[in-house]
């Protein structure tokens, strides 16, 4: 199969099909196999090609199908083929998953197609009553386009193309035995759609249940501490600063968390650090939450975007975690206002480039995933950060000098004393 597959551009049945999207002006879904980058593979692509002719969308399959019925097919398809690494609407190829067609729903979806090529005794078991249950869990048209018939003496696909209500009722079907092409034609009530959604709103606790997510990000390091997060978790940022800080900061001139601690400033500067990072973390939390609520644009999920992405999260994170290493934990976490100053303000790396570098490198970060969800409603919500940051350095700046300044003033005078 490796040797057999050309890329898009080459494929002479995939360029007939585009022509023929132009000519009938009619959207077509059709799945294909390309080869990967380094050849060994190929990528099993669901394309959607719309009325001119144009590829919007490509989607390559998550799931792959690996069988071994006893008496039955013997099918490895991850021994040839890559697996995908994003869900991407309107497609949904993994029928066994729920998973991916909630998060497709969530995304707004009213149509999920599920083209697919199911075995004989898997489909006469479980095609009917997966493609229902999806059509009822999402309260979306399922279309399902199946191969049908004879690929060879040791394959047989189940066929049974059919399209399914958002009540889970079958309102079009085709038969399990080939011969020849078949066409099958539904109404897709988008009234009835909006009745039965409105009518039985489906409202899962996330608060018990973690929803699924639309993409893996990689595994970076979190915000303010070196411990790893969760796969699929917001980037670094930096650690929540006051956004209140000026001459009358109470720690300051106080000292109400350091005699809480019976007067020891370090242990009152990790307990801050503590919570600043705990605060941090949930803060991620609701930006993840948030942004994956948000619908996605189409433009923002292509490699470009990708691309652009990945740069951000990387220079942000490298502004973040180098100015970390180089504050160490009390210059991080406002030990200055603990009275634990360091010997000299640090200039070097990542302070040579902007004086507030955890600032500037979690908008940065912000951004950057914003790119990766394919969400332009993370544009706002960056926006909004970089905002509560400039207000912040407004007020944290000149106090942070005037501790420093205060430092100085008073060696010179201990330096004029001792001569």
């Not at 988008?190 to 990000?217: A, F, N, W």
């Not at 480039?353 to 409603?377: E, R, V």
Request: charge should be positive; proline fraction near 7%.
């Amino acid at each position: 199969m490796v040797a057999l597959v050309k890329s898009i551009q080459d494929s002479e049945f995939v360029q007939g099909i585009r022509e023929e999207a132009a000519e009938c002006s009619l959207p077509i879904n059709v799945g294909v196999h390309e080869p990967t980058h380094g050849g060994k593979t190929v990528q099993n692509t669901l394309l959607w090609i719309d009325e001119r002719g144009d590829i919007k969308q490509r989607y390559q399959k998550l799931h792959l199908f690996d069988v071994d019925i006893k008496g039955g097919p013997v099918l490895k398809e991850s021994n040839s083929v890559e697996r995908g690494t994003k869900i991407l609407p309107p497609f949904e190829t993994g029928l066994r998953f729920p998973e991916m067609s909630l998060a497709l729903r969530r995304q707004n979806a009213e149509i999920i197609t599920f083209p697919s090529a199911f075995t004989v005794p898997t489909g006469q078991a479980h095609w009917e009553v997966l493609l229902r249950a999806r059509a009822i869990e999402t309260q979306a048209y399922i279309i399902a386009a199946a191969q049908c018939g004879a690929h060879n003496e040791k394959r047989t696909s189940y066929g049974h193309s059919m399209v399914v209500d958002p009540w889970g009722q079958i309102v079009a079907e085709l038969g399990g035995t080939f011969v020849g092409p078949e066409l099958a034609t539904a109404k897709i009530d988008i009234d009835l759609l909006g009745k039965i959604r409105r009518e039985i709103p489906l409202t899962r606790r996330t608060d018990v249940y973690p929803q699924s997510q639309r993409s893996q990000l990689p595994s970076i390091r979190s915000s303010g501490t070196p411990s790893p997060v969760k796969v699929g978790s917001p980037p670094p940022s930096p650690p929540i600063r006051p956004a209140r800080l000026n001459a009358r900061n109470p720690e300051y001139h106080r000292k109400i968390l350091s005699n809480a601690f019976g007067g020891n400033s370090r242990l009152g500067c990790y307990a801050l650090a503590a919570t600043i990072f705990s605060l941090g973390i949930f803060r991620d939390l609701l930006y993840e939450r948030a942004l994956r609520a948000q619908p996605s644009h189409p433009l923002l999920q292509n490699l470009p975007s990708d691309l652009i992405a990945y740069a951000l999260l990387i220079s942000g994170n490298t502004l973040v975690l180098s100015s970390m290493w180089a504050l160490g934990l009390t210059g991080t976490y406002l030990g200055d206002y603990f009275g634990i100053l360091m010997d000299d303000r640090v200039t070097s790396f990542p302070f040579n480039i902007t004086d507030a570098p955890m600032y500037y490198g979690s908008t940065l970060s912000f951004l950057g995933t914003a790119i990766l969800y394919g969400k332009p409603a993370g544009f706002l919500l960056t926006a909004e950060v970089l905002v509560v940051y400039l207000v912040a350095l407004r007020f944290e700046d000149p106090f942070t000098s005037e501790i420093y300044a205060k430092r100085e003033r008073q060696r010179k005078s201990a330096g004029k004393k001792a001569q």
